[in-house]
């Protein structure tokens, strides 16, 4: 069986759900998609809403475009094509965030880069949005980053006010502070504390529409 074909006939059962895309299908915490940005990064409140803001951004732009590539060329070469694309798309967006935020964006480091080869562009894209129509795509493209953003902000948030005992610089009188935290040990521990909620959530919802 072709390449392509067994790509179609692996998300041909996949069904958008918005709320799903926020709690049970959540991208980071669900799923595990682009955890190392969220890891190494999203330290803090800013930097978080940073990531988030640049994520959506070079993600949203990449997909609307790569959704006009015609499904008739190669498989491999259509993950190829969705790359190139977001890599030309990170030029203007990286200036853009330069100009508006210059130390914040140029800190990013090697993780601004990285966002090109993210989950969402290279494998979601095939698997999830491009199996639906235009509207639907767009709906599911949004909801899903919205998740991610989401899970990032919470996630720059505890960490932020567990490792400094504060938000911004501004001090809450946190008596115990566990600056660990804001290193990248810390941050995966955050995240698998966070889903192993999200788990439990999500169990107590399904049992109480059954």
């Known amino acids: 069986m072709p390449e392509?074909?067994?790509?179609?006939?692996?998300?041909?059962?996949y069904k958008f759900s918005p709320a799903a895309n926020f709690l049970r299908k959540n991208p980071l915490l669900a799923c595990g998609l682009a955890v190392s940005p969220a890891v190494l990064y999203a330290n803090t409140l800013e930097n978080a809403i940073i990531l988030s803001m640049f994520m959506?951004?070079?993600?949203?732009?990449s997909l609307t475009i790569s959704s006009f590539i015609p499904r008739k060329i190669v498989y491999t070469s259509r993950v190829i094509l969705y790359t190139l694309i977001g890599a030309l798309?990170?030029?203007?967006?990286?200036?853009?965030?330069?100009?508006?935020?210059?130390e914040k964006t140029v800190s990013m480091g090697i993780i601004a880069?990285?966002?090109?080869?993210?989950?969402?562009?290279?494998?979601?894209?095939e698997l999830?949005?491009?199996r639906e129509s235009k509207g639907k795509m767009f709906a599911d493209i949004l909801t899903t980053l919205a998740g991610y953003d989401i899970a990032v902000i919470i996630i720059g948030f505890i960490r932020e006010l567990l490792s400094t005992g504060g938000i911004g610089g501004q001090l809450y009188g946190i008596k115990y502070t566990?600056?660990?935290?804001?290193?990248?040990?810390?941050?995966?521990i955050i995240v698998g504390l966070l889903a192993a909620a999200v788990r439990l959530i999500s169990r107590f919802f399904r049992r109480k529409t059954k």
């Not at 880069?113 to 894209?125: G, Q, W």
């Not at 566990?178 to 995966?188: A, E, L, R, T, V």
């Open 4 to 13: 392509q074909d067994q790509t179609q006939n692996k998300t041909s059962d």
């Open 56 to 61: 959506t951004a070079l993600t949203f732009l």
């Open 89 to 102: 798309m990170f030029v203007p967006i990286y200036i853009l965030f330069s100009k508006i935020m210059p």
């Open 113 to 125: 880069p990285l966002l090109i080869t993210n989950p969402f562009i290279v494998s979601r894209s």
């Open 128 to 130: 999830q949005f491009f």
């Open 178 to 188: 566990f600056s660990g935290i804001g290193f990248p040990f810390g941050g995966f």
